[in-house]
């Protein structure tokens, strides 16, 4: 596989929370869905990690995270039990003390309806400074840290919130062409190691297909430049061997 240089764009790392997926009891939806929705508004991930419910471990992540990403996204860790340490963790990383947030709280009793019990009380233990993201549709809002975006790990509410917020993390698209051979890399890298050298901005991957009838890779040129990238597509398949370009889409 062949990559490049981005453009200059928001990065973006994503932090999946859980034992349960690290033991396999539970499948990861979370950052399939973020990276896909993030990409399709512009922004680059640079960063997937998946780390366990513990409270120095998340700390660590976080800050090495938040200095190096523009945008950090966390999933898990943030309901009423015993493993759920993400606000502990978050806390640590950004070297802030847990606060009982009240207006957190008050949303919480009206979700509840009446008095909290304990755990429920947990919910609203929260980093000093945090920032509460009200959108419409939410009855609870999105968690901020400065560029800490704290979900849920349930998909189904990871989905709701982010749907209610995207709009907020739009940048220029990507502009994406696919180029579909019938021949293996090996007969093209030296091609696109010329394109790469012609258009030095243009992302570039390269990714074979087992058992396919049809074709054996799938090239895909990607800019947020859209002539650029459509100069670079032709140049490449100017490159290629006719014969084994089956479709440019």
Partial sequence: MTGIMAQQSKNAAIIIIGNEIL???V????????????RALGVD???????????????????????KYHLVFTSGGVGPTHDDVTMEGIARGVGKPLTHHPILDQLLRTVYGGDLNPAQLKL????????????????VPVLRFENIYIFPGIPSLLVRKFEAIKERFRETPF????????GDEALVAEDLNKVLRLFPRLLLGSYPI???????????LESKDKAYLERATQSLLLFLPKELVLRLE
């Fill in 23 to 25: 033991s396999g009891k």
């Fill in 27 to 38: 499948q990861d939806a979370n950052s399939p869905y973020l990276s896909g929705e993030l």
């Fill in 45 to 67: 991930v640079q960063r997937i990690s998946v780390i366990p419910d513990e409270i120095d471990t998340i700390g660590e992540e976080i800050a090495a995270c938040r200095k």
């Fill in 124 to 139: 609203a233990d929260v980093p000093e400074g945090l920032e509460l993201l009200h959108a419409e549709g939410l009855r």
């Fill in 175 to 182: 502009h994406l062409r696919k180029i579909f051979l019938t």
């Fill in 210 to 220: 087992l058992h396919h009838p049809e074709y054996k890779v799938i090239l895909t």
